[in-house]
C-alpha cells in the first residue's frame, strides 16, 4: 500500500474515533425526554413508598424465615435483592472509579 493511502487511512480512523468519543460526551437529540422519564423511574423505585414497601417486605421475610415457613435461602435472595436496588448507585459508582470512568 503506497505511503499515502496508509496515512489517509490513519487520518480517517482517527476523525473518526475523536468523533465518536465527541459523540458519547454529547446528548443525543430528544433524550430529555428519556432523561425525564428515568429520573421519575428512579426518583418512584428509591422514594418514600419504596422503602416502606421494602421494610415491610424484610419484615415479612423476616417473620416468615423465623416461623419455618420460608427457607433461609429464598428469604435471603429478598434481602440481598433490597440491598441491590437500594445501593445500584454505590455499586455503579464504585465500577466506574475501578474503570477509571468519570
Known sequence: ?????????????????????????????????IVGAMSWLQGTL???VATVAAVIAV????????TGRMNWRHGATVVVGCFILFGAGA???????????Y
Open 91 to 101: 455499586i455503579v459508582a464504585g465500577i466506574r472509579q475501578a474503570t477509571g470512568g
Open 1 to 33: 500500500m503506497p505511503r499515502s493511502r496508509t496515512t489517509a487511512l490513519s487520518a480517517l480512523s482517527l476523525a473518526t474515533i475523536a468523533s465518536a468519543a465527541q459523540a458519547q460526551t454529547l446528548d443525543p437529540a430528544g433524550s430529555n425526554v
Open 46 to 48: 428509591l422514594g418514600t
Open 59 to 66: 419484615a415479612a421475610v423476616g417473620y416468615m424465615m423465623l
